[in-house]
């Protein structure tokens, strides 16, 4: 009975929908500390403690694959660069000066971004339909980088915050290709693992300065219970889930829950922030998710998703 429910369509998208709960959760604590916590130190002890949570389970991997990864230790520290440091700290940075609903739907384009970068990067081939979903998707994030005000496009003047999330999801996007192209490709837990250390390593000195020069982590019950809640909900769940998820619906099915989630985000800042919804957040939703949609979404009888495990915002 037990194995019945779990092969069922209702667990399916129950999981489907618990997923993308959990992308959402990002942007929304990420966004709820950025008074509280310095974003650099945010990064910093996020991941840190979230490869203290899965090493029991991924530290037989990394021993096994333990040459490939030395061997290629380089990639992981670019992967930090990209992974922890621009699209964790600069995205944190980001949230400080902006919504995360705001955050979340710009966040939704970086697998739009993947698929240009990897036709300009790795002559890839995109299709009529991934252009018209690319115009359409960028066309949304204007709306959303100019709060709908056409004389803000004019004049080039886009909200400072939001620039941040779009350099996030562009370099999420690189992240993705170079994870792509880890040859042979690892465990889900051992690569996870192995991205965590190298995006630590990446962030230690940059926290180390961040305490000595602008201000240190605050650690009290609030903060450490705050950050622990990021690094579980946001980045190992995330990443547990997303692949049991692909397990039972396939990857291309399981990689819309990104097109999802920005509707949690949407909610969750109403509900814990207090941020409304405006007029340039309808507009965005109505043009963002459908044009990502009609970018990344495999053909029928194809199964590739372009979309990662998923962190970010």
Not at 172 to 200: D, H, K, V
Not at 215 to 233: E, H, K, Q
Request: hydrophobic letters at 60%; zero cysteines; glycine letters at 8%.
């Amino acid at each position: 009975m037990l194995s019945a429910l779990r092969a069922s369509p209702f667990a399916a998208y129950g999981l489907y929908l618990f997923g993308s709960a959990l992308f959402a959760s990002n942007p929304v604590l990420g966004r709820a500390l950025a008074n509280l916590v310095p974003p650099v130190g945010l990064t910093f002890w996020r991941w840190g403690i979230a490869f203290l949570m899965v090493l029991p389970l991924a530290l037989p991997g990394l021993l096994t694959h333990r040459r490939q990864l030395l061997k290629d230790w380089r990639r992981y520290i670019l992967l930090g660069v990209f992974g922890q440091g621009i699209s964790g700290a600069v995205v944190y940075y980001g949230l400080a000066h902006t919504g995360a609903t705001n955050a979340s739907l710009i966040y939704a384009t970086s697998p739009v971004f993947t698929l240009i970068i990897a036709a300009v990067w790795l002559g890839e081939t995109i299709r009529m339909r991934q252009i018209a979903g690319i115009l359409v998707a960028m066309a949304g994030v204007l709306v959303i980088l100019t709060r709908g005000d056409t004389d803000a496009l004019l004049r080039l003047s886009f909200h400072f915050g939001d620039l941040l999330i779009l350099a996030g999801a562009v370099s999420w996007a690189f992240f993705t290709i170079l994870l792509r192209q880890t040859n042979p490709p690892l465990p889900a837990m051992t690569s996870f693992a192995a991205n965590a250390l190298g995006g630590l390593l990446v962030m230690a000195p940059f926290y180390a300065w961040e305490t000595v020069a602008v201000r240190p982590v605050p650690f009290n019950a609030t903060t450490i219970l705050s950050i622990a809640a990021v690094a579980l909900f946001a980045s190992v769940l995330a990443i547990i889930v997303y692949q049991k998820t692909i397990a039972m619906m396939g990857a291309a099915q399981a990689s819309t829950a990104l097109y999802v989630s920005p509707f949690w985000a949407a909610l969750g800042s109403w509900l814990l922030l207090g941020e409304g919804l405006e007029l340039f957040h309808l507009a965005g939703v109505a043009l963002v998710l459908p044009g990502v949609a009609l970018a990344t979404l495999p053909s029928r009888g194809t199964a590739k998703a372009t979309i990662p495990a998923a962190d970010g915002a």
